[in-house]
């Protein structure tokens, strides 16, 4: 089976926003905002731990986790950790790791772990001359003391169905990979509407401590 040459869509925002606008995927998406100073902080008021990243960006370059604990704040960025006294502070020191870049901010998510570390899942779904296909479904577990899983991190690639026994249940495997590769069809059809063209997707899934799956992001040139 050939692959068909692919659309590139970099805009983290804009696939977020497509996969929003459908009402079965939007529960699955963690609140997602552009980042700005107002929006860092409500969120971090609301949800005391947040994610931002690189709207245009891959292999967790400049993924940083950020913090709020009581009046501390804190971020973690790779295996380096700060805090500070004041929100002010926080921003300021955020602003000099972005230069400049966009950004977007999303609820931080407790994932599952495997040996305390956390693991999050890449489907890859390819189309063919045959219709779209299925490459790989596959679980990444971060290095000790990281929070991104890229392998490029010193991530542990696992087989999805041992990354879910490990971290859940043997008896969640098969319906966690059923419902990954319905929510992975349905996020295709919706890109690819939108998007026509597109002809390669790397989706980025979680799956929480409940058991409850979140699609972070869908690349378009999927490693």
């Known amino acids: ?39 860092l902080k409500s969120m971090l008021d609301k949800y005391g731990t947040v ?24 971020y973690v960025y790779y295996s380096a950790r700060r805090s500070f006294g004041s929100f002010h502070a926080l921003k300021a020191s955020l602003d000099k790791l972005r230069k400049g870049k966009s950004y977007l ?6 994932l599952a772990k495997v040996n305390g570390r956390p693991i999050d899942y890449r489907v890859k779904y390819v189309k063919t001359g045959d219709g779209w296909r299925y490459r790989a479904i596959v679980g990444r577990i971060a290095r000790q003391g990281l929070f991104v899983t890229n392998l490029c991190r010193g ?24 419902e990954m590769r319905r929510l992975t ?10 998007y026509p063209g597109i002809g390669q997707l790397g989706f980025d899934y979680g799956i929480d401590k409940s058991g409850k799956i979140w699609i972070f992001e869908v690349n378009t040139r999927p490693q």
């Open 105 to 110: 901010i999303q609820k931080g998510i407790e």
């Open 185 to 194: 069809e349905t996020a295709t059809q919706v890109l690819e509407q939108r």
């Open 1 to 39: 089976m050939v692959e068909l040459h692919s659309r590139q869509l970099a805009s983290k925002w804009a696939k977020t926003n497509a996969l929003l606008s459908h009402p079965e995927l939007a529960p699955h998406i963690p609140p997602t905002e552009r980042y700005s100073g107002a929006s």
């Open 51 to 74: 994610v931002i990243k690189p709207i245009v960006g891959a292999g967790g370059h400049g993924v940083i986790k950020v913090l709020k604990s009581g009046g501390l704040y804190s």
């Open 155 to 178: 991530g542990t690639l696992v087989k999805g169905a041992e990354g879910i026994r490990r971290s859940l249940s043997p008896s969640q495997v098969y319906p966690k990979k059923r």
